[in-house]
């Protein structure tokens, strides 16, 4: 048996079946991570002896013949900035390196509410800043689609832990597109639900009020199914909300009601002409089978990537500000050769030296947007450039019930090729922002290969039709898969 592509229903089947033991599924993956991930680099660590305990308790459940959840028994893996009590959680940062959860994030706690088997913790660009996982302290993930090239960022290692057989699902944050774009990239689905679908409680915060949690899968039933099990209000998270979410798997969506937007804006200069061809391959194949395909305007989109890198910043300086070397984080008091130094000294050294490059030059940039003079010239600025992106999109949605685009401008990038240029690296998620500035829910799936590599086709729906979009990806996928 291939479990290497299993999915998280062909796995359940297997279980409920008594054709394989989670224990024994837990070891064939622990067995393949030994093998390759030297090489991959998706993981910082590992969680055996938990994965074992808790893949056998399922076991014991299907021995007496116990029914269990979808979840039970599956091997996951979980991105590093998720909390998992006493596992590390580095967020990929020299500055958490030693640093053990103390509690359970609410998405954990769901999950082994489910009984999921959790293997371990996957790499990422340095607390989720990148698009490339080369901002990780603990050095790159590889594409393993490409071992030359980046698996995307910051999720990289969730989704190159997925792509690589690894695991059969994974979770990963979006806060600009890091779900998505490593998706795309990687030739897996990536799920970023509405804002407030899904509880950020034990999500190490990169720019608040964009952050969400969500699900990287072999297909979409997988991601609706992870989606499923995280959703839901919770008391640690005010902005989590609490609502009735119509059914995924009954009724699905007739291609001849759904309507489908192309904004204008997303085809222009600086999409790569090949990614171009294959997502106007899918949305003709989507044509063809009888969805209506409009275009559409979002005229404040050329906008977006200017207000994220001043509103993300802005929230990155006032969330890392805690890592200061004292309360928490790498510290260079107790290195001192001086004993106690003055508080300047210590903040200046523990934090110079506990952030990488991309982390320090976000906490620079926001703390600039945030001081006296500049806050309302550039922050309060920037946010109205979102709610007027917000608002093309209602108007969008007035009209059309999904949106269609590129992930990304290009395929996977060779690593190097855009580290010294933070511009270019900021234009990979040109088509993502968007929609976390305006905090709906987007889905990328696999379209056709260019160059030989992974291409990522975004679907955007409206707020908390999560549903709804997800059964339009369903559809996508089915079309894409057969007419490739
Ligand atoms: N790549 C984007 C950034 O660097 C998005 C990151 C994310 O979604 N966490 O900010």
Redesign the pocket.
């Known amino acids: 048996m291939n479990f290497k592509n299993l999915t998280i229903k062909e796995a359940h089947k297997l279980l409920e079946n008594r054709e394989i033991t989670s224990a024994e599924l837990t070891e064939e993956f622990f067995g393949e991570i030994k093998k390759r991930d030297k090489e991959i680099n998706a993981f910082l660590s590992l969680a055996e002896n938990e994965a074992m305990a808790a893949a056998k308790k399922v076991d014991a459940r299907i021995a007496k013949g116990e029914p269990i959840e979808l979840l039970a028994g599956i091997p996951s893996a979980i991105k590093d900035n998720i909390l998992i009590r006493g596992a590390k959680a580095t967020a990929a940062s020299k500055m958490l390196e030693n640093y053990i959860a103390p509690y359970d994030a609410t998405v954990i706690e769901k999950l082994r509410e489910e009984e999921a088997v959790l293997l371990g913790k996957t790499n990422m660009?340095e607390f989720?800043?990148?698009?490339s996982t080369e901002n990780s302290a603990f050095g790159p993930t590889k594409n393993p689609v490409d071992l030359q090239r980046v698996p995307g960022?910051?999720?990289g290692g969730s989704a190159a832990a997925v792509k690589a057989g690894f695991c059969v699902y994974a979770l990963g944050?979006?806060?600009?597109?890091?779900?998505r774009?490593p998706a795309g990239f990687c030739g897996v689905v990536g799920f970023k639900p509405t804002y407030g679908a899904i509880s950020r409680h034990g999500l190490i915060a990169?720019a608040a009020s964009?952050?969400q949690i969500g699900p990287i899968t072999k297909n979409v039933d997988d991601a609706a199914a992870v989606f499923e099990a995280i959703r839901g209000n919770d008391k640690f998270d005010s902005t989590s909300v609490k609502k009735d979410w119509p059914d995924y798997w009954n009724e699905p969506i007739d291609i001849e009601e759904i309507k489908i937007g192309v904004p204008r804006e997303y085809f222009t200069h600086g999409l790569d002409s090949e990614v171009e061809k294959s997502v106007r391959e899918a949305i003709l194949k989507l044509e063809k089978e009888g969805a209506k395909i409009v275009d559409i305007d979002l005229p404040y989109s050329e906008w977006a990537l200017a207000a994220?890198y001043i509103i993300?910043p802005a929230e990155v300086s006032a969330n890392l500000a805690r890592l200061d070397g004292i309360r928490y984080g790498y510290s260079k008091i107790k290195n001192s050769e001086f004993g106690l130094q003055n508080l300047f000294d210590v903040y200046l050294k523990s934090r110079g030296e506990g952030f990488g490059a991309e982390a320090r030059r976000r906490i620079m940039l926001g703390t600039y947007i945030l001081s006296a003079g500049y806050y309302d010239a550039y922050y309060t600025r920037a946010q109205k450039v979102r709610r007027l992106i917000k608002q093309d999109f209602d108007r969008a949605f007035r009209e059309v019930d999904a949106i269609i685009s590129p992930v990304s401008p290009t395929v996977a990038f060779k690593f190097g090729e855009k580290t010294h240029d933070p511009l270019s690296?900021?234009l990979?998620?040109i088509y993502?922002?968007s929609v976390?500035m305006a905090g709906l829910p987007a889905i990328s799936i696999p379209a056709k290969e260019a160059y030989n590599l992974p291409v990522g086709l975004q679907l955007i729906g409206d707020s908390f039709e999560d549903i709804k979009l997800l059964k339009i990806a369903k559809m996508a996928e089915t079309i894409i898969k057969e007419k490739i």
């Not at 989720?128 to 698009?131: L, Q, T």
């Not at 944050?173 to 779900?179: M, P, V």
């Open positions: 660009d989720a800043m990148g698009s960022g910051s999720s944050s979006d806060t600009g597109g890091s779900i774009q990169m964009l952050d994220y993300m690296m900021y990979s998620d993502t922002v976390n």
